[in-house]
């Protein structure tokens, strides 16, 4: 039985600040200053020359200064025995452990010393955190954790780009930021609420806000966002993991690989989620048909006028493999219980485009559907689609679209390339009106 310990150090720590649960210690006019318990005269701060980090533990304090790491206090686990450090540019203390940044990585010491005997393999470390009895360290590659994982603080979640990271008792945080500046808080490990936390932009600017559980979804510039308890998955509905997350209008349900959920008719998901549960599926097809489909995610996002053209890319996929029921529904190949009815509006074929806006992106899916099927073709058909290509590009005209249409129906008796004969010849016909 995992039995929660009771609080004995929580460094609360800034490059200024930092409090254990006994004494404080903070920068104050160029100096280190410490208040509280100070039984193990952990208090009582040496001499130091230009301080500029302070850190606490249980019962002794570090600083960081123009001459290395000093330490006082209890002397216990030789946590005042700095080890060598070459020219150190950050401390982290969690409990009885200390670790140090330096030119060479990070060295640690301390009660818990043999958990951090074996570091991982690290590339340009440039922050390190340490809990009870675990470290994280951010370098080039992203977060890597080690040492004690009984609560699971060293099993680092999926993260995008990491601008920091904290570590206390049994558990990891990171701030991480997407593509189009998405800033979350995400913790694991011992944490009852562990999960994800949106610290910038603030929720008012999300749209399609999907309320349920404990947590929500909602979208910021055509990106799909998660928060709350539970939720650690950074993109939760456009991976290839073990599982996706939809919702309908009074929960959340998550879908396994191999086990269903509750959901069987997607009926009444918003279809906002809907294209992502396509997305997801590429990772069964040929890699030719994953690389299109990404493009074509990317191309229509979720909640776009053409996203449920991915659904007509995905159907004519099923068709090729005998992979549609003949229930007249709709089923997901990763879990057979679950399907979309014929007649639901995202399988309804798309509205004609109204402006030049809505005919560029249909007409850049045409142009990447040829070209990422052209290596499966012959000389021959690679040069007559190189041609069609530049006439698509140059300046697309009624006797261009019917020589494309041409094309793909005389290209499509290759039987990897004849499932997307179809969303090609929707693509024309949109663009021909």
């Known amino acids: 039985m995992k039995i929660i310990y009771a609080l004995v150090s929580v460094c609360a720590c800034m490059i200024s600040f930092c409090a254990s649960a006994r004494h404080w210690c903070e920068i104050k006019d160029g100096s280190v200053v410490c208040n509280g318990d100070n039984e193990h005269r952990q208090c009582a701060v040496p001499s130091l020359k230009n301080p500029r980090q302070v850190a606490t533990g249980i019962y002794f304090s570090c600083a960081l200064d123009d001459s290395g790491v000093t330490c006082w206090g209890d002397k216990s686990y030789g946590l005042t025995d700095v ?16 670790c140090a940044l330096d030119d060479d990585g990070v060295k640690c ?14 590339k340009n470390p440039r922050q390190v955190a340490v809990g009870y009895s675990h470290a994280c360290v951010l370098d080039d590659d992203g977060v890597k954790c080690w040492g004690d994982n009984y609560f699971h603080q060293t099993e680092i979640p999926p993260l995008r780009k990491v601008l920091r990271i904290s570590a206390y008792e049994f558990i990891s945080c990171a701030i991480d930021e997407s593509l189009v500046g998405v800033k979350r808080y995400v913790c694991w490990g011992a944490v009852p609420d562990a999960g994800t936390k949106i610290l910038s932009p603030s929720l008012d600017q999300f749209t399609n806000i999907t309320n349920g559980g404990k947590y929500q979804c909602g979208f910021f510039k055509n990106s799909l966002e998660c928060w709350g308890e539970g939720v650690i998955d950074p993109a939760i509905n456009n991976s290839y993991g073990e599982y996706i997350v939809v919702a309908d209008k009074r929960k959340f349900y998550r879908i396994e690989n191999e086990t269903n959920s509750e959901l069987e008719d997607l009926s009444f998901v918003p279809s906002m989620l809907l294209s992502y549960i396509f997305k997801n599926e590429l990772r069964f097809f040929y890699s030719f048909d994953k690389t299109f489909g990404e493009k074509l995610f990317k191309i229509f996002p979720p909640g776009s006028k053409y996203s449920k053209l991915m659904a007509l890319f995905h159907l004519e996929l099923k068709k090729e493999i005998g992979l549609i ?38 007409l850049n899916v045409l142009v990447e559907s040829i070209k990422t099927t052209m290596p499966l073709m012959s000389d021959e058909y690679k040069q007559r689609a190189s041609g069609i290509i530049l006439k698509l590009v140059s300046g697309m005209s009624a006797a261009t679209l019917d020589e494309a249409a041409e094309f793909v129906s005389d290209a499509g008796l290759s039987p990897y390339i004849r499932p997307r004969v179809k969303l090609q010849m929707e693509l024309i016909r949109l663009l021909g009106l």
């Not at 679950?338 to 806006?357: K, Q, R, T, V, W």
């Open 83 to 98: 080890p060598r450090l070459k020219n150190p540019r950050q401390i982290a203390v969690g409990g009885n452990n200390i």
């Open 109 to 122: 010491w301390g009660a818990y010393s043999y958990s951090f005997e074996k570091l991982p393999l690290l």
């Open 325 to 362: 029921d003949t229930e007249e529904k709709y089923r997901f190949l990763w879990n057979k219980e679950i399907y979309l009815p014929y007649g639901h509006e995202f399988l309804i074929e798309p509205s004609a485009p109204s402006n030049d806006e809505e005919r560029k992106p249909l």
